[in-house]
């Protein structure tokens, strides 16, 4: 502990010193003098009479030359609206790449412009919208600063227009951002922007300002500052309310209870409080129209980690789901809505009664959050109503630094006894804070957390520290980090699948740049980290070198060897067969050293037929593992992708020990037969559970934000030792669900 600490102290002085704020390009936005019409056809007046910025930069493969292609981007605005012109020229003949017509694309391989607003100009958070050629929309939330698969949320939905025109050798996109969809400071004069435009024909990405190729295109420290020829204006009242009305009918097969059916009615609200600070409120929230999590072969001792998807929970969701580190996250709102039945040990669904949520930005300095829902009790399995509450702040430090708090709990709400009050009943608390930094434009970053739990037994070591350090240049990058979770912090509205341990880890990287090349990139990789206690000592480790190679065309190859050591806290089956199959587990304190080879290849993400294949193979414990997963797609642009993933692994070991083939596989359509109307098949079959699900869901868009779903699911048993017990029905349950937005 005392390294850990002593860690702790040398390297946070290094970077508590501000940033101080960077030169920018600036952009002129001035009121528009005409209707601007959204039809892809940019003849206004106030088109003409708008700045242009068309010197848009390369980002990949290099960055160091404007962009191939000439790319025209416009910016307008009147009382309602903030408009965006985009006239994306090309080169070469041919058509687009278009995934499918389903809103929210995503994939490195699609063609499409996209503008990035960050209205306070914190150089953390922002709005992502976006469009492909074929005028399919995305938007998204940008949080901790830079795009990436967590950072930049397409779940996020919200009302605005766009319109798509293709032309001879160009095409053109208008897009309607309405000041009630984004969050902003009444009165301000300047927005950060960032024009992104992803071009498959010339294989290029451009951005302005530039930003180098190492970071995220969409990376929050190079941008340029949007200048209004006149104080924005407060845009007035916005209320808007999402009611919602659903049916169902369903059948648990394995309780052997007859069918069941009902109806269920609720809604949403949305409240702009000020410009910036929006209060969401909910009364009986229905989420079955929210897609399945992807089931994944467990070989973990562990809890594995399954996003939030849920809507009311994802604006600003950064305030209050990012704090910690991912194995250490004081609140996991996905904890909200269900309850561990005590008799069974199962996790089973706990009704949401009503929610309230309040966050946003008070001005560019201080962002702030309040949660507050309560849920249901269950009698029969004796759970009672519990009351979830989540306060946070975050005060900016520098250019884009942060300081923040959070404070969560949890309780009882009444009991036998008497109502709800602040003492009991069995409350669940944590307090905590965390510093996140970030200097010389995402040159040096990283975090430092602690925080502290309370319960009514009090018994001590509940409690979680942290601090990290990551050095990136475009060559070398370099990452330290380190962590003490207390025996006793368990934070009940949060997700920490392992307790009572220290670790650090520290992984490094160097590339070369090759020019006139097929490979863009490579260079070697390595991470590695150690695990101690006081009680038993060194209890795991793990060495991983390997080699990265980026490709010219999107694709990447990758090598790894690793090298573990785990000493066995508990009895421990490699296989992590389900209880009921009794298979004999590795004893507690032992301990295996085991080494492996792994590999990973990702096609030309450009293609209409792309993949992804991986492999590994060595020791295991005591055996062997053999592992082999693919993932084949194929793109029938622009109505839709068929794809399947596979995942088999062989693990042997020795006798008594049980060996195992577990597969997991997953075929799925997803159709968009137009842009309003989506049907998506999704099948999975997990040997280790022996279940098979089936998930059809059908999507009609018949207003923004407004749809009709209708949802099936059905589960079966399914083992490839025991045929004659197959397609055993488990549950199964459809519901209808429609939900209109209305704007007060």
Known sequence: MRLLFLATVVLLPMVVLADPEPDKPTIGIKRSTDLIKLDGVIEE?????????????QQFPYDTALSRVRTEYRATYDDSFVYFSVVARNIKPGGYVVSSLR????????????????????????????????????????????????????????????????????????????????????????????????????????VWPWTPRFFEAGNLNYNAELVWDEPLRHPGSNISIIPYA???????????????????????????????????????????????????????????????????????????????????????????????????????QNQILFGARLSGNINKFYRVGFLNMQTAAIKESSIPSYNYTVATGQRRLGTNSNLRAIFVNRQTFKNDSGDF?????????????????????????????????????????????????????????????????????????????????????????????????????????????????????????????????????QSTLNFQVQHTYTFLLNDFDPTNSPSEDMAVKLPQYSDYKYTNASFSYISDPKNLFTFIVGGLHGQYFNGTRTNFNTSLNYRFQPYGVVSIDADFNKIVLPAPYTSADIYVISPRLDLTLTKSVFFTTFVQYNSQYKNMNINTRFQWRFRPVSDLFIVYTDNYFYSVGQPNENFAPKNRAIVIKLTYWFNM
Request: aromatic share 16%; glycine share 10%; proline share 5%.
């Open 45 to 57: 007046t106030s088109w003409q009479q708008a700045d242009m910025i068309d010197q848009l930069h």
């Open 103 to 206: 809103r929210d694309f995503r994939g490195p391989g699609l063609d499409g412009v996209a503008v990035i607003i960050d209205t306070f100009q914190d150089v953390t958070n922002a709005f992502f919208f976006g469009v492909s050629p074929a005028g399919v929309q995305r938007e998204g939330l940008i949080s901790n600063g830079y795009i990436a698969t967590d950072n930049l949320d397409l779940s996020w939905d919200n009302k605005w227009y766009s319109a798509v025109k293709q032309y001879d050798g160009y095409w053109v996109a208008e897009m309607a951002i309405p000041y009630t969809t984004i969050r902003f400071k009444a009165g301000a004069t300047k927005w950060n922007i960032k024009y992104y435009r992803q071009d498959s024909k010339e294989n290029e990405r451009a």
């Open 246 to 348: 659903a049916g169902n009918a369903s059948k648990n097969f394995l309780t052997g209870e007859p069918s069941s059916s009902g109806a269920s009615f609720g809604g949403d609200a949305k409240v702009a409080v000020t410009s910036s600070l929006n209060l969401d409120l909910t009364v009986n929230p229905d989420f079955s129209q929210v897609e399945v999590d992807r089931q994944v072969t467990n070989l973990e001792r562990f809890e594995i980690f399954f996003p939030e998807r849920r809507q009311f929970f994802l604006e600003n969701a950064d305030l209050f789901l990012s704090y910690g580190h991912p194995n250490a996250r004081p609140f996991f709102s996905r904890r909200i809505g269900v309850a561990r039945d005590p008799n069974t040990g199962q996790n089973i």
């Open 421 to 553: 009050r602040l003492e009991g009943f069995g409350y669940n608390r944590v307090l905590g804070a965390d510093y996140n930094y970030s200097f010389k434009n995402n040159k040096y970053t990283g975090t430092a957390f602690f925080h502290k739990q309370f319960t009514p037994e009090s018994p001590g070591n509940e409690y979680a520290h942290g601090f990290s350090f990551v050095y990136s240049t475009q060559r070398l990058g370099l990452n330290w980090y380190q962590q003490i979770i207390g025996q006793n912090y368990n934070p009940a509205v949060g997700f920490v699948p392992r307790r009572g341990y220290k670790r650090v880890s520290p992984s490094g990287s160097y590339r070369w740049f090759p020019s006139n090349s097929a490979i863009n990139n490579h260079g070697f990789v390595g991470d590695a980290f150690y695990i101690w206690d006081d009680v038993h000592g060194l209890s795991d480790y793990q060495y991983t070198p390997g080699y990265m190679i980026n490709f010219q065309n």
